[in-house]
């Protein structure tokens, strides 16, 4: 596995199975002009060069982490959000046809109280052991199925912070 740009194994769960978390910001931010460029980069250096992986040495995990809803009113305002999710939704598509499981985390509803963050990236230790609690129950599983689903709870949960918090965007 490259653990370059765009992932790091988190830990190992039994031989030949492993979790990764998935940077895609850092792909998708490339600064190339406009979305189209933005998302091609970033769906070729996803299943192009950035990540080499040979899916069929073991079983892989991907887990989209539990940014607070701050962050994706920055990258509103930043004006990536609409690209992330198209990148995003073309990675999580590649990785279900190549029999891994995904985890979406983006859209917990928890992710709107600030007091579960250090910054807008990084949560407290207990969401650890949330994520893990959701690993054994199936909660935030990606599939075919649902992905538009948790899509769209992200979308709204990022409008109600925003209309909620209007005062953080004046």
């Not at 809803?69 to 690209?83: E, P, V």
């Not at 590649?94 to 509803?109: I, K």
Request: hydrophobic share 35%.
């Amino acid at each position: 596995c490259s653990a370059s740009v765009t992932s790091h194994v988190l830990f190992p769960l039994m031989q030949h199975q492993f979790v990764i978390r998935i940077n895609i910001e850092k792909i998708v931010l490339i600064n190339t002009g406009d979305k189209f460029d933005k998302c091609s980069i970033a769906k070729r250096k996803l299943f192009g060069i950035g990540i080499k992986f040979n899916f069929d040495s073991g079983s892989f995990t991907f887990i989209f982490p539990p940014y607070s809803t701050l962050y994706w009113c920055d990258t509103q305002d930043q004006g990536y959000f609409d690209t992330f999710l198209e990148a995003k939704k073309y990675f999580i598509h590649e990785l279900l046809d190549r029999g891994c499981t995904v985890y979406d985390f983006q859209s917990a509803e928890w992710t709107n109280d600030l007091d579960n963050y250090q910054d807008s990236t990084h949560y407290c230790p207990d969401v650890n052991d949330w994520m893990f609690d959701c690993f054994l129950s199936g909660d935030y599983l990606v599939t075919a199925e649902n992905y538009d689903t948790l899509e769209h709870n992200l979308i709204e949960n990022t409008h109600t912070f925003r209309m909620k918090n209007a005062d953080l965007f004046s």
